[in-house]
């Protein structure tokens, strides 16, 4: 049966120990909203709303990895897929990952899409893991958040995404995950401009919250629900989202937001 790598709840920011009661939309403007006092409150509404989401589903830190890797541009059941054939041939481990063929290794990845290119990223880490750290993940792990960050960024095939949720998923670190779901949810709600980057959205929440892996691990997998279900790219379902009432007017459209 499939665990997961984080099953704690993180305790509630302390700025929102008390129940929060949402304001009506008519009291927020796009002017008015700012994040620092609003990102809790969103924390708040989601968890007491959706309840533990226990993210992110893997046996061991080593396949969070490779699940990161495996989700770019991809939905998770895809993913899924994917590691079920790499558990079956028992390849879940740096060492085997290194050790077998790259054709078939992009043959058991195949159902993540972008197969031989992924294929390639997971052969570029293990190949990392084993220069750098002897192939220990325990020993990467150990290495200062910032100066990991930089190290995995320079990993074929390893964005800031991909390497966040490295450092978070799989090595516990205090880092924010920023996904297309985050950035519409930001935009739509007067939080993000439209051309922001990645990191200006990272910093938004490292800066509003308290550096806490476990919470930056929940508020994360609370947002990818409200992505899902009610914050669609196309008629979002704003009135029967949990975060509806803080919309300062109606929806933005999404246009230049990377989704």
């Known amino acids: 049966m499939t665990t997961t790598v984080q099953p704690t709840v993180p305790p509630r920011p302390k700025a929102t120990q008390k129940t929060h009661r949402a304001a009506p939309r008519t009291l ?24 533990p989401m226990h993210w992110w589903p893997a046996r061991t830190p080593f396949e969070v990895i490779v699940g990161a890797i495996l989700t770019q541009n991809t939905a998770w059941v895809n993913v899924q897929r994917a590691i079920a054939n790499l558990r079956r041939e028992r390849l879940l481990t740096p060492r085997a990952l290194e050790r077998v063929g790259q054709g078939k290794l992009s043959r058991l990845v195949r159902p993540s899409g972008y197969f031989r290119q992924k294929a390639k990223k997971l052969k570029a880490f293990v190949r990392f893991l084993r220069s750098d750290f002897a192939g220990s993940l325990a020993r990467m792990l150990r290495i200062p958040t910032a100066e990991l960050r930089e190290r995995l960024l320079a990993v074929h095939g390893i964005g800031p995404e991909t390497a966040d949720s490295i450092l978070l998923y ?57 992505g899902k279900n009610w914050c669609r790219p196309q008629q979002p379902r704003c009135e029967q989202c949990p975060l509806g009432p803080y919309l300062p007017s109606k929806p933005s459209p999404v246009v230049g937001v990377r989704l």
């Open 28 to 51: 927020l403007s796009p002017k008015a909203v700012s994040p620092r006092p609003i990102l809790p409150q969103f924390y708040e509404t989601l968890a007491t709303a959706l309840g």
């Open 170 to 226: 799989a090595g516990n670190q205090p880092v924010f995950v920023v996904d297309a779901y985050t950035q519409r949810i930001l935009f739509r709600h007067g939080l993000l401009g439209e051309k922001a980057g990645y990191e200006e959205a990272r910093q938004l929440f490292e800066g509003s919250l308290p550096r806490d892996a476990k919470l930056f691990n929940e508020f994360h997998a609370l947002l990818v629900k409200v």
